[in-house]
């Protein structure tokens, strides 16, 4: 498929698992772990699907999602955002952010690769 | 055969001598000496005895020879109101000292709020009331002048008009002269009481000695007398009861309401004692000179000529009897009883006419005008000069309209009757606070109309201004309005008929006009002052001047600053004066400072005012100003109750909201806590979960991936035991259920043990920089404790010094008596923001290390706040500097 | 100032006092009440007496003896309860001549 996704996630072993996982699946994977740059790579790399964390160092993924949104050419770019807060309240505010798909972890690897391809199709 | 010229002659010389008299007791007086004889309870008694006038001297005898025993009855009142001086006169006494009232019209006025319509009302009616009672006085001198003159014959027969006005011109001289000498500001008189003292001495001994006389020299003894007591034509009982009942009544009103009878009792009284003194004196000199009333009656009656005038026993029996000097005394006796109450009498109304009319109008007049005091006291006293001259006038007027030949005891009635129209209104205004101005007027009025209508009037006879047949029939015919049968009642005697219709009526207009109409705030204020005057003036007490003021000072001073303050102010006043009471003398500094006190509590202009009537000059009472002082006062503590709620609620108001600020915190605390742990948790449980799928599910890893992955899952692990032991460890150390091990130890030693512990686990290597010279300090604490702190702080600095060499210097030192232990790297530092916060839970230093959950520094703050000492980020080092406070008690020196 | 000890004797003093003022507050009307009595007495009527029996008319030596010495009596008491109201506890009492 090559379709090309971005994670944005601190957590290193959690950026290991995931790029063992969808790169098995056919996905080019890149990873990137600062939350306050993390606009400018998705803006550069122009990725197909966004992973994104909540809990960043320097920008949290909720202001992440809203730039994007605001930005004509981010705005339908599929996002799939994980958690490890769990909270009912986050869930709101990432659907009010505009997110595509939301998940709380810890998560099973067949979830998240379903969702992944949920996501592409469509 | 004592000649008319030598009688004047002695009554000259008598005249000079109780001038003198007074004269010496007022220059005594004000050099203060003989202090003891002048305010002593025998001259309050004698001077009460202006009541006997000559009424009484000639009088009473001409009385009880026409009507037996019923001239007893003008004395029984007053001996009743006397004996009875604990219910009304008690009352008065002290209203008047404590109110500086001047006379009963003043009284009336202060009472119904310092009204002065009624002031003047009761004025004219007393100088009315009192007119026949002058006239009186005048009838019996010139009487027993002419009977002088007859007893010498013929040729010397004088005209009892003009000798009238000749006792009247002398009688008004001697007032002047007596009375209106000077100015007292009380309006007390102790030359002029002192003078009436004498006198009432002189007639009680002239009577007494007519008595003995005609007794024990005529009728030859006691059992004879009563012989002849009982075969006289008054020898039986022949009392008409509602007259017995009404005079005795009229007496004892007459004695409470005549002015002179209020300026002796009240106004002159100087201590509160002696009227009780006086409550037995006073009856037995009255029973005194009752005593030989009907013996003299009888005697006279016997022997002297039928057809002479019995009203002059008292003088013709001595001197049919031959006895001039008896005579003599008798006459000087009569002229005391006569001259003393036309001077208090006309002093009395004078003082009430003065201040209550001329003044007035007067200072109306001048309106603007800058009034001097020297000014004032000469119209003052012109004015009392000017209305002696017209009362004994109106009294000589009287005397010629009536004729000059009713009974004398006729004429005194109708006086008693006027004055006592002021009953009602004096009782209900000391008794009743419901007693209003438009009462009093009303009902002084209506009283005052009747009783100038049924009695006044119709006492100059028919004929003289009540035309007969008004008399008769009434006026226009209308038979109910007869003066003498008001409402048809008939059959009554003139004198019952006239009391009863005047004081029932007076005292029931009174009564349903106080209860209609509503007093005004003064009148509510005197009248509550007034009832209520035992509340108000404390314990009697001898007059002093200065300590009573002392004595005021402290009463108002207590109602305004409070009991407890102002008794401490006055005390320590009296301590520095050197002073053993706790009542300082009241020198201006302290009055001025008090005044200062007063004025923080009730502003400068109020504490002027109160303080000025107190030691100034008075024209508002003090106690005025004190009951208004007591109520702001309880207006104050009312209002101050109030702020004092409204202050406490709101205080509760701002602690429920900051209480319900804090819960709502907490609760946000405790959900970003919970998050926190949720996200610590969670994080390390995902990598585990997600590497322990791939190793179950993936098919065909390398054993170089798996044993990575696994390792993976391993360190996670690991991650979350340690998280799971920060959080418990912070939990207790929060808790305080932390158990302190305390031991003691060098600091050398905790600092290597903790450098070797976070250098064995940990990757990272940073050099560090001792100075060991510093370091011998003995510690007194939880060396573990102390020691994990130390480690974490080592620890955080060789995970997060980002210098390409990193090194910590770890730096002892005393600032003040605590020691202080310096955690330096070589770093960037942390930023500021992130300084505030970096001790609170999971707050992450390190960007790039997310190993740490973010619970070190906030267990190591707590740890030293266990172990008593702090532990705080320091500035201006150039690195990350962390600073471990520990106090004294914890380090010992080393030796 | 009262005394430490001596409570019971001052107590009873007042109570002294307060009932010698009770009966100086009653003498007036007992005062009254006597003096009345002569209301009671036959008045000499100038009418013959209708029927025997009828109260002959007080002589006026008795009268006179009767008030006088109600006049005196009252006198006495209130001279008596004077001096009995003198002895006041010395706080209420006067502190001497001013």
Not at chain 2, 276 to 295: C, D, G, K, N
Not at chain 2, 319 to 334: H, I, M, P, V
């Amino acid at each position: 498929m090559g379709k090309h996704v971005l994670l944005v996630e601190d957590e290193l072993n959690i950026v290991e698992a995931m790029r063992f996982l969808l790169s098995r699946d056919g996905w080019r994977v890149e990873a990137h772990s600062d939350g306050a740059s993390a606009v400018e790579v998705i803006r550069g790399t122009r990725p197909d699907l966004v992973v994104l964390d909540v809990m960043l160092p320097g920008k949290s993924g909720f202001d992440i999602l809203g730039e994007l949104r605001e930005d004509a050419t981010t705005a339908d770019l599929p996002v799939l955002m994980l958690t490890a807060r769990g909270q009912a309240r986050d869930r709101d505010m990432a659907e009010k952010a505009g997110v595509s798909r939301f998940m709380t972890k810890p998560f099973s690897n067949t979830e998240v690769l379903n969702a992944v391809r949920d996501l592409m199709r469509g | 055969m004592a000649s008319l010229n030598t009688l004047i002659a002695v009554c000259l010389i008598y005249v000079a001598f109780l001038f003198g008299v007074a004269f010496a007791a007022e220059r005594a007086g004000i050099r203060g000496r003989a202090g003891w004889l002048l305010r002593s309870p025998l001259v309050y008694t004698l001077s009460l005895s202006i009541y006997c006038t000559a009424w009484t001297f000639y009088g009473a005898v001409g009385y009880a020879a026409r009507s037996g025993l019923e001239y007893v009855t003008i004395y029984l009142g007053p001996s009743l109101v006397m004996i009875g001086w604990w219910w009304v006169l008690r009352r008065l006494v002290r209203i008047g000292r404590s109110h500086k009232v001047t006379s009963i019209a003043d009284l009336i006025s202060s009472r119904y709020g310092k009204s002065n319509t009624l002031a003047i009302v009761v004025t004219l009616m007393a100088v009315i009331g009192v007119t026949p009672y002058i006239a009186l006085q005048l009838q019996s001198v010139t009487l027993s002048l002419s009977i002088f003159a007859s007893a010498e014959g013929a040729a010397t027969r004088i005209d009892s008009a003009s000798s009238a006005l000749w006792v009247a011109a002398g009688l008004a001289l001697f007032t002047v002269l007596f009375g209106t000498r000077n100015l007292n500001a009380n309006e007390r008189h102790h030359g002029v009481v002192i003078a009436v003292a004498v006198e009432a001495v002189v007639k009680l001994v002239a009577l007494l000695a007519v008595g003995i006389f005609v007794v024990w020299g005529v009728a030859g003894g006691l059992p004879q007398t009563l012989a002849r007591i009982d075969a006289s034509p008054i020898g039986t009982w022949q009392m008409q009861g509602s007259r017995w009942a009404a005079l005795t009544v009229l007496s004892a009103a007459a004695f409470l309401c005549l002015p002179r009878m209020f300026q002796v009792m009240v106004v002159e009284n100087d201590d509160e004692r002696h009227l009780q003194i006086a409550s037995w004196a006073f009856p037995l000199y009255l029973m005194l000179m009752s005593l030989f009333v009907v013996p003299i009656a009888v005697v006279g009656l016997d022997l002297l000529p039928p057809g002479s005038n019995p009203d002059l026993f008292v003088l013709s029996l001595p001197l049919s009897q031959g006895r001039d000097g008896l005579a003599t005394l008798s006459f000087l006796g009569g002229f005391s009883s006569a001259t003393s109450m036309v001077i208090v009498a006309t002093l009395a109304l004078s003082t009430m006419v003065s201040n209550h009319v001329v003044m007035p109008i007067w200072l109306t007049l001048r309106t603007g005008g800058a009034t001097q005091s020297g000014d004032v006291r000469d119209v003052v006293i012109f004015a009392r000069r000017v209305s002696i001259l017209v009362i004994i006038a109106l009294g000589y007027v009287y005397y010629r309209a009536s004729g000059g030949s009713g009974a004398l005891a006729a004429i005194g009635l109708i006086s008693f009757a006027g004055v006592a129209q002021f009953l009602p209104v004096t009782l209900g205004g000391i008794f009743w606070r419901g007693a209003t101005r438009m009462g009093a007027l009303v009902g002084l009025g209506t009283g005052f109309g009747l009783w100038v209508y049924t009695m006044l009037l119709p006492g100059f006879g028919a004929g003289a201004i009540l035309p007969a047949g008004v008399i008769d029939a009434g006026p226009w015919g209308i038979s109910w309005l007869r003066p003498q049968a008001l409402f048809g009642v008939e059959g009554l005697d003139p004198t019952v008929h006239a009391v009863l219709w005047s004081l029932a009526l007076n005292s029931l207009s009174f009564v349903v006009v106080s209860l209609v109409t509503f007093p005004r705030p003064l009148e509510r204020l005197q009248g509550a002052q007034f009832v209520n005057i035992f509340d108000h003036s404390g314990q009697a007490r001898g007059w002093n001047a200065s300590v009573a003021e002392s004595e005021d000072l402290m009463i108002m001073a207590q109602r305004i600053l409070g009991a407890a303050e102002a008794q401490s102010l006055f005390q320590s006043e009296a301590r520095r004066q050197g002073l053993s009471g706790h009542l300082p003398e009241p020198t201006p500094k302290f009055v001025q400072g008090l005044e200062r006190e007063l004025a923080g509590s009730v502003g400068a202009a109020t504490a002027h005012a109160m303080i000025g009537q107190i030691v100034g000059g008075t024209s508002v009472s003090v106690q005025d100003l004190m009951a208004v002082a007591d109520e702001s006062a309880q207006m104050l503590e009312y209002s101050s109750q109030l702020e004092a709620k409204s202050r406490e609620l709101s205080q509760t108001a701002a602690q429920l909201r900051e209480a319900n600020e804090k819960l709502t915190e907490l609760s946000l605390q405790k959900d970003a806590f919970l998050s926190q742990i949720s996200h610590e948790l969670r994080t390390p449980m995902t990598s585990i979960r997600a590497f322990s799928e791939i190793l179950r599910d993936t098919e065909g890893l390398h054993p170089e991936e798996k044993t990575k992955y696994a390792s993976i899952i391993h360190v996670e692990t690991i991650r979350l035991t340690r998280l799971l032991d920060d959080l418990l460890d912070l939990s207790v150390l929060e808790n305080g259920q932390v158990t302190l091990n305390r031991q003691s130890g060098a600091l050398s030693d905790v600092l290597d043990h903790a450098i070797t512990t976070a250098q064995a686990s940990t990757d990272g290597r940073i050099a560090i920089r001792r100075s060991r010279g510093n370091e011998a300090v003995m510690l007194q604490t939880d060396l573990d404790r102390l020691s994990q702190v130390f480690i974490n702080l080592i620890t955080n600095a060789q995970k997060y010094c980002a210098a390409d060499a990193p090194a910590l210097t770890i730096d002892v030192a005393r600032d003040g008596g605590a020691v202080v232990v310096d955690f330096i790297d070589n770093g960037s530092g942390i930023p500021a923001q992130a300084r505030q916060v970096m001790f609170e839970k999971f707050s992450r230093l390190g960007l790039q290390d997310n190993k740490g959950a973010g619970l070190g520094l906030a267990i190591c703050r707590e740890i030293m706040h266990r172990l008593g000492g702090d532990v705080v980020y320091r500035t201006g080092t150039g690195g990350t500097a962390f600073r471990v406070i520990l106090p004294q008690a914890q380090s010992l020196a080393a030796q | 100032m009262p005394q430490p000890g001596t409570p019971l004797f001052l107590e009873r003093r007042s109570y002294r006092v307060r009932r010698v003022m009770d009966a100086v507050r009653l003498l007036p009307v007992l005062g009254l009440a006597l003096w009345m009595v002569p209301l009671l007495w036959p008045v000499a009527d100038p009418l013959p007496p209708v029927q025997d029996g009828a109260a002959t008319p007080v002589s006026m030596s008795a009268a006179l003896t009767y008030i006088f010495g109600v006049w005196a009596g009252l006198i006495v008491l209130c001279l008596l309860l004077w001096s009995r109201a003198r002895r006041i506890p010395p706080d209420t009492a006067p502190s001497g001549q001013g």
